[in-house]
Nanobody, 122 residues
Framework: QVQLVESGGGLVQAGGSLRLSCATSGRTSSTYAMGWFRQAPGKEREFVAV???????YYADSAKGRFTISRSSAERTVYLQMNNLKPEDTAVYYCAASRLDGSPSSVDYPYWGQGTQVTVPS
């Protein structure tokens, strides 16, 4: 099993930045793809970014050019650096782990964190 704990969310003005962290524990996470998803009120959970176990990255169109996903094997932590935040980025952000490399589909992720709130006022 893999345990995931997100942190780093908060309230930030439009144009600002946040860095989310996802600390992993349990069975080794080095061979898992790690993804970030988000869910806004009244909307379905949507894919944001994923980093494969080999370091390849994929982004949703809404995240390209503004968000960067990375992982530190030594720290067993995955990061999501978010720049130029917009009100439409307001959501609960979830970290997730999958054995399927690079999938953008939430159904392929059996392990999830509890989420961290990001709020960007309009």
């Amino acid at each position: 099993q893999v345990q995931l704990v997100e942190s780093g969310g908060g309230l930030v003005q439009a144009g600002g930045s946040l860095r989310l962290s996802c600390a992993t524990s349990g069975r080794t996470s080095s061979t898992y793809a790690m993804g970030w998803f988000r869910q806004a009120p009244g909307k379905e959970r949507e894919f944001v970014a994923v980093i494969s176990w080999s370091g390849r990255t994929y982004y949703a169109d809404s995240a390209k050019g503004r968000f960067t996903i990375s992982r530190s094997s030594a720290e067993r932590t995955v990061y999501l650096q978010m720049n130029n935040l917009k009100p439409e980025d307001t959501a609960v952000y979830y970290c997730a782990a999958s054995r399927l490399d690079g999938s953008p589909s939430s159904v392929d992720y059996p392990y999830w964190g509890q989420g961290t709130q990001v709020t960007v006022p309009s």
